[in-house]
């Protein structure tokens, strides 16, 4: 399939593998450079190893026909702990807002900001106008964090769209495509801590058929 994350910058419908591509997607600019991460890069974070307060994890309610995994990849440096698990809640919910269809979710606004909630709410918008939901199983994994400035993180991962799919929300129809390379996507997020403590995806782009990512 080949529509962008959910719909926006590359704004297609589902060919032969779903493509999910990025919130943020600039277009041009390649999956290593992300606008806005260039912030006095030679200053990186000092924020201490130990490990961040916790907080109640959000609930993400997914139809009982779309699966969402992400996997914990954690490192053992508590800010890098952090910094995924508020990730893994960004790209959930990312996904649950597409399939709800609603751009105005409370935990989407908690946990994606910027460029990537435009570009999130305008896919999801996409996909209402042509009726169009999610279904199947999507899997994200291989999750990586750089820590930059203080309070500011990338992070790179990967996503087996192999088994997604394009429903129809009229007829219910899942539109089941056969897997190919284009189905295992990379992503570079950019990642802002909030003044409460909560990391935010601010930018996302991607990078389709990724060789490091085929499973």
């Not at 450079?33 to 309610?61: L, W």
């Not at 964090?145 to 087996?160: F, I, M, P, Q």
């Not at 935010?200 to 499973?215: H, K, N, Y």
């Amino acid at each position: 399939m080949t529509i962008s994350r959910w719909g926006g910058g590359a704004a297609a419908v589902l060919g032969a593998a779903l493509l999910l591509t990025s919130c943020g997607d600039s277009g041009d600019s390649g999956p290593d450079e992300i606008v806005g991460a260039d912030r006095d890069p030679t200053q990186q974070s000092s924020t201490p190893t130990g490990e961040e307060p916790a907080r109640d994890a959000p609930e993400f309610d997914f139809p009982a026909d779309l699966k969402v995994e992400v996997d914990a990849d954690t490192t053992g440096d508590g800010t890098k702990d952090a910094v995924l698990r508020d990730h893994g809640y960004a790209v959930r919910a990312n996904m649950l807002a597409l399939a709800e269809l609603d751009p105005e979710l409370p935990v989407l606004a908690d946990y994606v900001t910027g460029d990537a909630f435009i570009n999130s709410a305008e896919n999801v918008e996409s996909f209402k106008a042509e009726g169009r939901t999610v279904a199947g199983a999507t899997h994200f994994y291989d999750r990586e964090v750089e820590l930059r400035n203080k309070g500011l993180a990338s992070v790179t991962y990967c996503e087996d769209q192999r088994k997604a799919f394009n429903k129809d929300v009229d007829s219910g129809e899942v539109e089941r495509t056969e897997p190919s390379d284009e189905s295992f996507v990379r992503y570079k997020a950019l990642m802002e801590k909030t003044d409460e403590g909560v990391w935010q995806m601010t930018f996302d782009q991607s990078e389709r058929g990724a060789p490091e990512c085929r499973l």
